[in-house]
């Protein structure tokens, strides 16, 4: 008799808890292709093919060699597509080994969500933003159904259907705010700037949305502040540095980003009803490895490993994969680097493998998400009802 009376509390409990999580009960989502769209934090390839190949020894950690990462090994969006068992997302602009069939990565490095309107040689910054990801993008998904149907490349394209239940990952905004920086703009005239970059980024879900996206994975951006590529190029005084070794400034100006992304999402979700959109604090994830990285395993959070020179081992004009000149020898930078796996950041600007896999790992079940829900769960939305 007790062990039914405690077989009968259990499942009312299980009962209980479904309810009150309707994500639980649903099933795995089943996405059959990414569609991702951003910057450095997660391209595959596309600089790479539009501007050269990103040197060695990026990429040497897990693909022995430069394949168009600015990391030595995966992204984040890498190990989404593993979790998801999807393949890695080839690059659009890359014609050269490049396959489809589960969807394509429009994101290139440096890239923004406002056009800047000057060149790469003269800003630093991709000409692909955001409006022409989505151009790419919309071109791509017209133009591949016209050769399935002939039967050309099918097998490298995806299928019609897999556009609705694919899921579209983004993670773009960081260099729209280093722009301004870079530009000598106050913290205030980047806030100021704000509203009109997110007015564009919501113009775009929007265009997906009518084209038939309705799973969207949206990061926000992580804190700039903490990066030796911002925090060696401007000015930052004693009274700026927190506690933990970052430029406040601008650390503050990328939450006051995150927190206007949020409520653009919020909207989003009363203009797109049919749509899944979930918000993922990727900030929050960075900051915490940073600020603890002896405790998750890491050495000097701030001190590039591909590099040279300088407080961070960092030089902006000869970076990671350059060639310098030392006792008459030259030498490529980042050789020294022996052992990514115990370091934060790779080269500067960017992570390295095993920080990204870090990052991912606390990502991945939604606690930091909003709403909370997995990554295998991000199309059913949040008001949905149990199956």
């Keep these: 008799m007790e062990h039914f009376f405690f077989k009968f509390i259990l499942s009312l409990a299980l009962v209980s808890s479904t309810l009150n999580n ?23 390839g596309g600089l790479s093919a539009a501007f050269g190949q990103a040197p060695p020894p990026n990429g040497e950690s897990f693909f022995r060699g430069p394949a168009g990462r600015y990391s030595d090994g995966r992204l984040v969006i890498d190990f989404i597509a593993e979790s998801l068992g999807l393949p890695y997302l080839s690059a659009y602009l890359d014609s050269v080994g490049s396959n489809f069939t589960h969807g394509a990565n429009f994101a290139t490095a440096a890239s923004t969500i406002r056009p800047q309107n000057i060149t790469l040689q003269q800003g630093g910054f991709s000409p692909f933003s955001l409006n022409v990801q989505f151009y790419q993008y919309n ?11 002939q039967g050309v490349f099918d097998r490298l394209l995806p299928k019609d259907n897999d556009f609705s239940r694919a899921l579209y990952t983004f993670d773009i905004g960081q260099n729209d705010l280093t722009a301004g920086f870079f530009r000598n703009m106050t913290t205030d005239e980047v806030k100021a700037d704000i509203p009109d970059i997110l007015d564009k980024f919501k113009t775009i879900i929007k265009y997906i949305y009518h084209q038939g996206g309705r799973s969207f994975w949206i990061h926000n951006t992580g804190p700039v502040g903490c990066l030796a590529y911002v925090m060696d190029r401007l000015l930052i005084t ?15 100006v990328a939450q006051f980003f995150n927190g206007r992304l949020k409520e653009a999402v919020v909207q989003l979700r009363k203009d797109l009803p049919l749509a899944a959109i979930t918000y993922v604090d990727v900030y929050s994830v960075k900051y915490s490895l940073i600020s603890e990285a002896k405790k998750n395993g890491f050495k000097d959070p701030f001190r ?84």
């Design 22 to 44: 309707p994500v639980s009960a649903t099933t795995p989502c089943n996405f059959p292709a990414i569609f991702n769209f951003g910057d450095s934090n997660s391209d595959t």
């Design 139 to 149: 071109d791509f998904h017209h133009r591949s159904q016209i050769f399935r149907k």
């Design 238 to 252: 004693a009274a700026q540095v927190d506690s933990v070794g970052c430029a406040s400034p601008f650390n503050e």
């Design 304 to 387: 590039a490993c591909c590099g040279h020179g300088g407080k961070y081992n960092y030089n902006k004009n000869i970076g990671c994969g350059g060639k310098i000149t030392v006792n008459g020898t030259q030498i490529l930078v980042g050789k020294s680097c022996q052992k990514p796996s115990v370091v934060i950041n790779w080269d500067g600007v960017h992570y390295t493998q095993a920080a990204n896999k870090w990052v991912f790992d606390r990502i991945v079940e939604g606690s930091f998400s909003d709403p909370p829900i997995p990554l295998r769960m991000a199309c059913h939305r949040q008001h949905e009802a149990p199956n």
